[in-house]
């Protein structure tokens, strides 16, 4: 198994779908995160877990409802998404001892396209 | 406001010549430093990181980067580019001292190399 493995990779859903991106790693970390990779912008960071709390929530839209059921996985429920949702959507893992290190570990992604 | 910023979205260098990207950090305290490769169809993977140590940071695959405080840079070299170097490359900030792995991330340099 890779360190961090992403369902679906692509995934092509309706504004009226309910879809969810999943995120699993095997490396044994204490937090996890999603952002959002879209053309020509900087990554934005969406949401951070740490030890199954979420910590950090930037202003995501509600439409986004991320899960933590435990340290190894973490979801991103999908619902009514908008056109300009469509992005990769990376997930990332670290193991956090105080101070950043700026190790990520980051999943292939998940290619959203909403129609 | 406190950002990441890449001069230049894409670079192209022939095979065998330096490869130069930039970097330049806006904050009032020097942050820490990372360099992160995107090779397509893949998430990101560190290169190599500055924090407060050595100021001339050697990574993998045979980059280095030298954080100069004077200029606020934190530019990425290779002195030799070799084909499996195409990728695109993101230069990233701990601007926050959160205590997770909260990074500020450039928009990208996408590097193609000439054979």
């Known amino acids: 198994e890779t360190g961090v493995t992403q369902t679906p990779r692509h995934l092509v859903m309706g504004m009226t779908n309910k879809k969810s991106l999943k995120c699993e790693q095997h490396?044994?970390?204490?937090?996890m995160y999603w952002y959002k990779q879209s053309a020509k912008k900087p990554l934005e960071l969406m949401f951070v877990y740490s030890l199954e709390e979420r910590v950090e929530n930037n202003s995501v839209p509600s439409r986004f409802s991320p899960e933590c059921p435990n340290s190894s996985h973490l979801f991103l429920h999908l619902h009514t998404l908008q056109p300009e949702d469509s992005a990769l959507y990376l997930c990332?893992?670290?193991?956090?001892?105080?101070?950043?290190?700026?190790?990520?570990?980051f999943g292939e992604g998940s290619r959203l396209t909403v129609l | 406001a406190q950002s990441v910023t890449q001069l230049g979205s894409h670079v192209s260098v022939s095979e065998g010549a330096l490869v130069l990207l930039r970097c330049n950090y806006s904050s009032s305290v020097p942050p820490y430093l990372f360099w992160y490769v995107q090779y397509p169809n893949q998430g990101l993977q560190l290169l190599l990181k500055?924090?407060?140590?050595?100021?001339l940071v050697k990574g993998i695959n045979g980059f280095e980067a030298e954080f100069k405080k004077s200029e606020t840079s934190f530019h990425l070299t290779k002195p030799s580019a070799h084909m499996s170097d195409a990728a695109e490359y993101f230069c990233?900030?701990?601007?926050?001292?959160?205590?997770?792995?909260?990074?500020?991330f450039g928009t990208g340099t996408r590097l193609t190399i000439i054979p």
């Open positions: 500055y924090t407060s140590a050595a100021t």
């Open positions: 990332a893992s670290s193991s956090h001892r105080g101070r950043s290190t700026g190790e990520l570990f």
């Open positions: 990233a900030a701990d601007l926050s001292n959160f205590g997770n792995e909260k990074l500020t």
């Open positions: 490396l044994g970390h204490n937090a």
